[in-house]
């Protein structure tokens, strides 16, 4: 019963773009910054966006992030098969005194 | 760089306590704020909570009741207690971190251990 909500899944055919969509309130998104997580099957999660549209590094441009209001995006162009797998969104919230992820979102490489 | 790994026992009767440790190594276990993850199998990533060593402590209310956090320093280790589990507590536990007070987000993460609940 996550209060940030995601597209339960989103495809598209190698070397094309998708978007994933992150919505929340004014308590978590509106309030704060939005990051985004790619989970592999049978790995650890590791951070692809900070602070709303910030790559650490390693992480390849074709992964791009950004907010507004209380929604955020993260775009993946290129789609290479190797992205297959699911992303959460995270965000503090502010009424919950707690750290929140999305619903999660599967990327399927057509 | 930081890396963490958990530790703890696979399988725990329901209503006992869960009790996870997370060893960090190639970073100052007092220079982050450490949380704990979990994941039940075919859902999503549920945040348990997060600490500062000897400072601020926040957990998610819905297990708020439950949960305690804590670190060893002097073993560079963090654990988690979760007590009166259910099944429902059945899950992949990661614990991980972030170096921020403000504008949280989780930049390290260790490799997961599954921890069953039945008897």
């Known amino acids: 019963q996550s209060v940030l909500t995601q597209p339960p899944s989103v495809s598209a055919a190698p070397g094309q773009k998708v978007t994933i969509s992150c919505s929340g309130s004014?308590?978590?998104?509106?309030?704060?910054?939005v990051s985004w997580y790619q989970h592999l099957p049978g790995t650890a999660p590791t951070v692809l966006i900070y602070?709303?549209?910030q790559r650490p590094s390693g992480i390849p441009d074709r992964f791009s992030g950004s907010k507004s209001g209380t929604s955020a995006t993260l775009d993946i162009t290129g789609l290479q098969t190797g992205d297959e797998a699911d992303y959460y969104c995270g965000s503090w919230d502010s009424s919950l005194r707690a750290y929140v992820f999305g619903t999660g979102t599967k990327v399927i490489v057509l | 760089q930081v890396q963490l790994l958990e530790s703890g026992p696979g399988l725990v009767k329901p209503s006992e306590t869960l009790s996870l440790t997370c060893i960090v190594s190639?970073?100052?276990?007092?220079?982050?704020?450490w949380s704990w993850v979990r994941q039940p199998a075919g859902k999503g990533l549920e945040w348990i909570g997060r600490?500062?060593?000897?400072?601020?402590?926040n957990y998610n209310p819905s297990l708020r009741s439950r949960v305690t956090m804590s670190a060893d320093t002097s073993k560079s280790q963090f654990s988690l207690r979760l007590s009166s589990v259910t099944a429902a507590d059945t899950a992949v536990y990661y614990c991980?971190?972030?170096?921020?007070?403000?504008?949280?987000?989780?930049?390290?993460w260790g490799k997961g251990t599954t921890v069953t609940v039945s008897s």
């Open positions: 600490f500062y060593p000897g400072g601020t402590t």
């Open positions: 991980a971190g972030g170096d921020r007070l403000y504008y949280y987000y989780v930049d390290v």
């Open positions: 004014n308590s978590n998104i509106g309030n704060d910054y």
């Open positions: 602070d709303n549209n």
């Open positions: 190639g970073g100052s276990i007092n220079n982050y704020y």
